[in-house]
């Protein structure tokens, strides 16, 4: 710490160092994130822009295709984790844990008790996590290919007034 302290003596090197934290503040903020989504999605226009109509309608029909397919996971994703829980296939889980609890209070090992039941914890956290991460997962995918799918369709209106422009144009003269 005193070596990094001391690389940055003397007024340009503050300057440097001001700097460097500054760019780290900004790279999080809300303003700056907003400034590299725009600069991305700037690029993926301009590459749509330059695929012809053909390829612009398979790229629209594709992803059109895949995000229909993730939306169906996600929906029968959701219905089986509702319909596990409506079950109550928590309890029988549980049930099973507390059965192998009172065997071994029975058998007088209760340092076995503590150790299943937090080797049980440890489970239904773990499982519980993985289904919200997946879950999170195939929403935030969802997410870009709508965002995708929009772009298409905003060149596709576009193209479709520019074309418009155009045959009024032609029928003037």
Do not use: P
Request: proline share 0%.
């Amino acid at each position: 710490m005193v070596l990094f302290l001391y690389a940055f003596e003397g007024e340009k090197n503050k300057m440097k160092l001001k700097e460097c934290f500054r760019k780290c503040v900004m790279y999080i903020s809300l303003q700056e994130r907003k400034k590299r989504t725009y600069q991305k999605e700037k690029k993926a226009l301009e590459k749509l822009r330059v695929l012809s109509e053909t390829e612009l309608k398979l790229e629209y029909i594709n992803l059109k295709s895949r995000y229909e397919h993730n939306k169906q996971i996600l929906t029968l994703f959701l219905i089986t984790v509702i319909m596990a829980v409506v079950s109550d296939v928590w309890s029988l889980f549980q049930n099973f844990i507390q059965q192998i609890i009172k065997y071994t209070v029975i058998m007088d090992e209760t340092r076995y008790a503590i150790t299943y039941f937090e080797i049980t914890l440890i489970l239904t956290m773990f499982l519980t996590i993985i289904v919200l991460i997946f879950a999170a997962n195939y929403m935030r995918n969802l997410y870009r290919i709508y965002k995708q799918l929009l772009l298409i369709e905003l060149i596709q209106e576009e193209r479709k007034e520019n074309k418009n422009l155009e045959d009024e144009d032609k029928n003037t003269n």
